[in-house]
């Protein structure tokens, strides 16, 4: 992988409340023929400056938002840009989706190391404890605990329990995973014509 791509991008797209607010915002409520200043955003959003500046726009150019296809800036070189939605497929993607939440499973730093082992590290068709979970995760047990179910009822894994103890396997036929897959693959191609374009 290219040091310049986001390590997942799904991840990325999720990583921070004021990201998730910023992706509501040109989604679900912005006029896609209308630009807005910073100053309106801050307004709209309801979170500071330098929170959604982090996501869009700082001294190094275009940040994630930007990158991953979900925003653009107009009159880059202006004092003041102005910001729109997007025309890609990314935020088609996004504005048709109507599955499980993917925030869900990206947002949280503990959900997201869960759900980057099971969608990269597990093995089809191999079930894993508890234990084994937390100590390639790095997760402590009461974290381990309270999110390892938000994975089960997103479908992207299925629990196994015996008489001793409860495992988890990857569900390769989850219509999340697909989804997941699908977003991902968009907002890696997103983000590397836009990083050819940049540089």
Same mark, same amino acid.
Not at 191 to 199: A, E, F, G, L
């Given at each position: 992988?290219? +040091?310049?791509?986001? +390590? ?11 990201? $998730? ?8 409520? &912005? ?9 309106? $955003?801050? /307004? ?7 929170? #959604?500046?982090?996501? #869009? ?7 994630? =938002? ?5 925003? *653009?800036?107009? *009159? $880059? ?9 997007? *025309? ?12 499980? +939440? =993917?925030?869900? !499973? ?32 790095? $997760?402590?047990?009461? &974290?381990?605990?309270?999110?390892? *179910? ?27 995973? /697909? ?7 968009? !907002? ?12």
């Amino acid at each position: 992988m290219n +040091p310049n791509d986001p +390590p997942v991008p799904i991840f990325e797209l999720y990583r921070t409340d004021a990201r $998730l607010a910023i992706i509501d915002f040109f989604i679900n409520e &912005a006029n896609r023929d209308e630009t807005y200043r910073m100053g309106e $955003l801050v /307004e709209q959003i309801d979170f500071s400056r330098e929170s #959604l500046l982090k996501s #869009l726009y700082s001294r190094n150019g275009p940040e994630q =938002l930007v990158l991953l296809g979900v925003v *653009d800036i107009e *009159d $880059l070189g202006a004092q003041i840009p102005h910001y729109s939605t997007a *025309d890609t497929p990314v935020v088609d993607f996004l504005t048709e989706y109507d599955g499980y +939440p =993917l925030e869900k !499973l990206c947002g949280n730093p503990s959900v997201r190391k869960l759900t980057h082992f099971f969608l990269d590290q597990a093995k089809i068709g191999k079930a894993y404890n508890g234990s084994k979970i937390q100590e390639v995760t790095e $997760l402590g047990h009461y &974290a381990f605990k309270d999110h390892i *179910d938000r994975l089960v009822e997103s479908s992207i894994i299925v629990e196994n329990d015996d008489e001793w103890y409860t495992q988890y396997q990857f569900n390769q036929d989850s219509d999340v995973f /697909e989804d997941i897959e699908t977003l991902n693959e968009l !907002l890696y191609q997103e983000h590397k014509m836009r990083m050819k374009q940049i540089t």
